[in-house]
């Protein structure tokens, strides 16, 4: 059931976080530098509650930070009970329309024809909080906000929540991504969006028109629903504002940027409006990532600023990685359950997948599916290889139906005992996430499949047998539970 709050901005999700005990309003000063990261990392690891800094050093803007991190309120930033409710939506969207093509591939199309529909397309506004003050030219300084610096040998301060605004320049088709951005000064910063991006591309177009400056927006504090969306892999064609106003069920509010021809959030706490010239790049990094390791510096493109507009009295939000659990696996956790439906449409045999923390999201995936026939767990890693992001999945493992996929012990039992290495062991090469640290080459590698099902006696065991699992006899079970009490057992 969807809750009966709606979240027309993060202010809204503040306040319901506070009235159900899930907030905690910090007023002791504190160091913008490392120190929160601390703090965030031991709340974090009790599952404690998110945090409201309202005295950071150098500034007058509070800081939001571990508002996503927990099941519970990563469920309640999309206004559902738990995460499954919506990827039940986008079943129920595909199953329940009337004349539905039946071939896989239609349905996908029409997924993304239900999705452009106009009620939860984005909505144009004259009225934006986000523009309540406007600062232009010498006035520009990014160093009034709290920006963090969150590991000992990062680069510098990064804006890690940032939803980045650009325009498809043939399609007029807004992307917001979530690249992190390094500050190099008041009116500069890193523009780290990576090879398989959709910033990336954009860029990429306008390098080939001859663009001297490309318009980008940068949102930090919209809706939570928004905030999502902007990290969920989406096909450049869809816009992650429909996808939001599909999780809303209403249409995300926009207004035309100040300085640039860019639709923005209305409701946002703080809009950076600037350009990033295509030709342009400078070292970035290191910067302590969601691998668990720092990443090298390298050449990236580069935001400058023309413009900062903001609410009256603005939040900043922030969000921590490092070395996995942090809070951004929530946000990864929210695509997994969300994105299922969409692994099913074209792989149907597909029951449940998890992608464990440890994973760093791009490391492994735990697959489950219903086996009928030799060979299917290699299709449905070679099918998942070829399923967009998917593409950049170092580990695919695959196991039975019947397999709890978050139970660790149960997972690494299958994968020691139903695996032969010559027979079930299998390798692809291909493209990398740019943040990988065991390739020997950057964005490019191997990867690998590992078929943890059970078994066919004849194809795939030769003239061995495959034996049953042990299991009790049902009847047996059902005597002793009835006779429990009579043992005397305490």
Do not use: C
């Not at 930090?220 to 999780?247: K, T």
């Not at 998890?354 to 760093?360: D, H, L, S, Y």
Request: proline letters at 7%.
């Amino acid at each position: 059931m969807i809750l009966e709050t709606s979240y027309n901005n993060i202010r809204e999700f503040i306040s319901f976080l506070e009235e159900n005990n899930e907030l905690i309003r910090i007023t002791e000063p504190v160091s913008w530098d490392l120190e929160i990261t601390e703090i965030v990392q031991r709340v974090f690891k009790q599952e404690g509650p998110a945090l409201l800094f309202e005295n950071v050093a150098d500034s007058d803007m509070p800081v939001l930070i571990n508002g996503f991190g927990t099941r519970k309120r990563m469920s309640w930033a999309l206004g559902v009970e738990d995460l499954d409710e919506i990827g039940d939506r986008i079943t129920k969207l595909l199953s329940n329309v009337q004349g539905a093509p039946p071939g896989i591939f239609e349905k996908i199309g029409l997924l993304k024809e239900l999705l452009s529909v106009a009620r939860i397309g984005p909505k144009k506004t004259k009225t934006a909080p986000s523009q309540e003050t406007v600062i232009l030219e010498d006035e520009l300084d990014l160093m009034q906000l709290p920006i963090l610096k969150t590991w000992p040998l990062d680069g510098g301060r990064y804006i890690t929540l940032p939803l980045v605004i650009t325009k498809d320049p043939e399609t007029g088709v807004h992307n917001i991504g979530m690249y992190r951005m390094q500050v190099f000064d008041k009116k500069t910063t890193g523009m780290h969006w990576q090879t398989q991006k959709v910033g990336k591309r954009h860029q990429a177009l306008e390098l080939k028109k001859g663009t001297p400056r490309m318009e980008v927006a940068v949102a930090l504090g919209a809706d939570p629903a928004l905030i999502w969306s902007a990290s969920a892999p989406l096909p450049p064609d869809i816009s992650e504002y429909v996808l939001a106003g599909f999780v809303r069920g209403k249409g995300v509010p926009v207004t035309k940027g100040i300085t640039v021809d860019l639709d923005v959030p209305a409701e946002a706490e703080i809009i950076l409006e600037g350009y990033v010239d295509p030709e342009e790049s400078r070292e970035e990094g290191p910067f302590g990532d969601h691998t668990g390791y720092y990443s090298i510096a390298e050449p990236y493109p580069v935001f400058h600023l023309t413009a900062i507009t903001h609410r009256k009295n603005p939040i900043y939000p922030s969000i921590v990685v490092g070395k996995p659990p942090q809070e951004d696996y929530w946000l990864g956790k929210a695509t997994e359950r969300i994105f299922l439906p969409i692994m099913k449409l074209t792989n149907p045999e597909i029951k449940d997948v998890n992608m464990p923390a440890e994973g760093v999201f791009h490391n492994l995936i735990l697959v489950s599916i219903d086996k009928e026939y030799p060979g299917q767990a290699q299709k449905v890693a070679h099918a998942l290889w070829g399923l967009g992001l998917m593409s950049l999945t170092r580990a695919i493992v695959l196991l039975d139906s019947d397999v709890n996929l978050n139970n660790p012990s149960e997972v690494l039992f299958r994968i020691t005992s139903n695996t032969d290495p010559k027979r079930d062991i299998f390798f692809s090469e291909g493209p990398l996430d740019d943040l990988d640290v065991s390739s020997p080459t950057s964005y490019l590698g191997s990867k690998i499949g590992i078929d943890a099902t059970r078994k066919n006696n004849s194809s795939e065991m030769g003239s061995r047998m495959w034996m049953p699992d042990i299991t009790m006899d049902q009847k047996i079970i059902d005597i002793v539970q009835q006779k429990w009490d009579e043992y005397g057992i305490k």
